[in-house]
Antibody
Framework: EVQLVESGGGVVQPGGSLRLSCAAS????????MHWVRQAPGKGLEWVSL????????YYADSVKGRFIISRDNNKNSLYLQMNSLRTEDTAFYYC?????????????????WGQGTPVTVSS | QSVLTQPPSASGTPGQRVTISCSGS????????VYWYQQLPGTAPKLLIY???QRPSGVPDRFSGSRSGTSASLAISGLRSEDEADYYC???????????FGAGTKVSVL
């Protein structure tokens, strides 16, 4: 059974940092690209970042580029999101998510499975 | 403003067919496969349709997806009360080099 368990969320002041973690199980972790997706309170889904299975390529939404860093440790079946220079507009539920297809081709990238999420609140 | 455009709401009575549209562009829907997600209140999203029209195991065949040009649609036939949820379309965007979501459509069962 596929499982994604996020941790590391919490309350942080504007300008602060936070590191989210996601523990994966139930599938061959390094076969899949992994995403972070967030959802602000009462709002829709916003994609944040993607990292390929080998960790060699990363992509970011413009809203977090230069502030957030996605990484993974395939030996530990873990995904991370280092969030720096946090802003109030980064307040959201952050979901760890797995690509739907093994080594997905560019035309078929898509989230296939979601974790339960971890809340991040940026407030003074 | 979302890159993919969805109607904010849709509704129907039990047993009816409801269709949700998702309008994009040549850099996303025309070029790449469309995904659809269902988010029940207070829960994480769940994959409903992948690769334009494929259903994961466990998703009822009442749900179907299609794509034509720069638009896609999700149809729910035989609407049931448990279908009340938010529905999102998504696709990879080659110009933005990112995954883009629609703003979501809230489906109500009258």
């Amino acid at each position: 059974e596929v499982q994604l368990v996020e941790s590391g969320g919490g309350v942080v002041q504007p300008g602060g940092s936070l590191r989210l973690s996601c523990a994966a199980s139930g599938f061959t972790f390094d076969d899949y690209g992994m995403h972070w997706v967030r959802q602000a309170p009462g709002k829709g889904l916003e994609w944040v970042s993607l990292i390929t299975g080998d960790g060699g390529i990363t992509y970011y939404a413009d809203s977090v580029k230069g502030r957030f860093i996605i990484s993974r440790d395939n030996n530990k079946n873990s995904l991370y999101l280092q969030m720096n220079s946090l802003r109030t507009e980064d307040t959201a539920f952050y979901y760890c998510a797995k690509d739907n297809i093994v080594a997905a081709p560019a035309y078929d990238i898509g989230v296939g499975f979601w974790g339960q999420g971890t809340p991040v609140t940026v407030s003074s | 403003q979302s890159v993919l455009t969805q109607p904010p709401s849709a509704s129907g009575t039990p047993g009816q067919r409801v269709t949700i549209s998702c309008s994009g562009s040549s850099s996303n829907i025309r070029s790449n496969y469309v995904y659809w997600y269902q988010q029940l209140p207070g829960t994480a999203p769940k994959l409903l349709i992948y690769s334009n029209n494929q259903r994961p195991s466990g998703v009822p065949d009442r749900f179907s997806g299609s794509r034509s040009g720069t638009s896609a649609s999700l149809a729910i036939s035989g609407l049931r009360s448990e279908d009340e949820a938010d529905y999102y379309c998504a696709a990879w965007d080659d110009s933005l080099t990112g995954y883009v979501f629609g703003a979501g459509t809230k489906v109500s069962v009258l």
